[in-house]
């Protein structure tokens, strides 16, 4: 089975457009697991325009599913992830500035530093993932890390696929069998949505979760979020 974790950034961003709580994240965040989702995912960025480093700490008590911080590991992320203990932390190498993850670690140039930021998260019982490119070397050198999961960054996919270039997810599915092969689990996301997440489940073997944001509440819009849920749990099923 593949999990679905809700990405809910642009509840926050919504939030903090006015100032206020409306809508409230923790509110939202129940609402979403009692729909189904089976884990909630944020990515608190340094200049805290979605996510703050306080809500984090509001949602930990409440969450039942599996909670899932993303981020760079600078030290006040760092820090944060272990205060908060969360289920699963996804490290990702993005810039400051960064509009929205565009890139993968370089496991190669990495190694060291990933091993011991690794180390510490698994010291501390939370599971680790590396978001990264759909890249055999990536993945072969992702090994070295320690880390327990890959998150395999998706854009690229999403892109070709809505061209109509469904050979794009071959080398996703070729990563996930090498990833698998190692002993390393296979998570997804980045631009995954209703009209492309069926055909990458079917293709790419033993997929364990997928996070989705963007699509995923933008479809709610017109759907509402409890049918736009359902509607990603029936096609992950199997
Ligand atoms: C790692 C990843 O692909 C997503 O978490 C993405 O970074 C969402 O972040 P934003 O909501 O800030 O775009
Ligand atoms: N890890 C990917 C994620 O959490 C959501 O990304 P997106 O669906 O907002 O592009």
Same mark, same amino acid.
């Given at each position: 089975m593949t999990k679905l974790s809700v990405n809910i950034n642009k509840i926050a961003t919504l939030r903090n457009a006015r100032g206020g709580d409306v809508p409230n994240l923790v509110q939202v965040t129940k609402d979403i697991e009692s729909f189904g989702a089976q884990g909630i995912t944020v990515h608190p960025r340094p200049d805290e325009r979605h996510i703050r480093y306080q809500d984090v700490f509001d949602l930990k008590p409440i969450i039942t599913t599996e909670f899932n911080i993303e981020g760079n590991p600078i030290p006040k992320f760092i820090d944060l992830v272990l205060k908060s203990k969360p289920d699963q932390v996804t490290l990702v190498p993005d810039a400051v500035d960064a509009i929205t993850s565009n890139a993968g670690w370089d496991t190669v140039k990495n190694r060291g530093f990933l091993q011991e930021v690794i180390t510490e998260f698994k010291n501390n019982g939370i599971r680790t993932s590396i978001f990264v490119d759909p890249s055999l070397k990536m993945i072969e050198n992702a090994v070295h890390t320690g880390t327990d999961r890959i998150e395999l960054y998706t854009e690229a996919y999403a892109e070709e696929f809505a061209k109509g270039n469904k050979e794009a997810v071959k080398i996703y599915a070729d990563c996930a069998k090498l990833a698998t092969k190692f002993g390393i689990g296979v998570n997804a996301g980045h631009d995954l949505s209703l009209d492309n997440i069926q055909y990458f489940k079917e293709q790419v073997?033993? +997929? +364990?979760e997928v996070s989705i944001g963007h699509a995923l509440i933008s479809e709610a819009l017109y759907l509402g979020l409890e049918t736009t849920i359902k509607k990603y749990l029936k096609l992950l099923q199997a």
């Open positions: 073997p033993d +997929l +364990l």
